[in-house]
Nanobody
Framework: VKVAESGGGLVQAGESLRLSCTAA????????VDWHRQAPGNQRELVAG???????NYVDSVKGRFTLTTDIAKNTAYLQMNSLKAENTAVYYC???????????????WGQGTQVTVSS
């Protein structure tokens, strides 16, 4: 299984971007996907995720501005980012797990990352 991100770029504060994470290869019945980011000098942090049961979660700083959705038919997850701020500048990584029910056993894969730069 591999994932590839796209959609990053340079935008001004207040603008929007939509990141995509498309999975290729053998996927199992249950899947979960997360978006993480890493800014220079910082540790990688979880931004948003959809768990195996379909519930979503977001870091407080992006609630109300970022939305994570999935298109099962396209094996793609999207992170819609609105009202971007300079502090959202980072490399954004897609992380996907695919496995059995409840993800008791699973494969996991990380994307190569896509740069998001927000100018103030």
């Amino acid at each position: 299984v591999k994932v590839a991100e796209s959609g990053g770029g340079l935008v001004q504060a207040g603008e929007s971007l939509r990141l995509s994470c498309t999975a290729a290869g053998r996927l199992f019945s249950t899947n979960a996907v997360d978006w993480h980011r890493q800014a220079p000098g910082n540790q990688r942090e979880l931004v948003a995720g959809i768990s195996a049961d379909g519930s979503s979660n977001y870091v407080d700083s992006v609630k109300g501005r970022f939305t994570l959705t999935t298109d099962i038919a396209k094996n793609t997850a999207y992170l819609q980012m609105n009202s971007l701020k300079a502090e959202n500048t980072a490399v954004y990584y897609c992380h996907r797990r695919t496995g059995d029910e409840g993800l008791v056993r699973y494969l996991e894969v990380w994307g190569q990352g896509t740069q998001v730069t927000v100018s103030s």
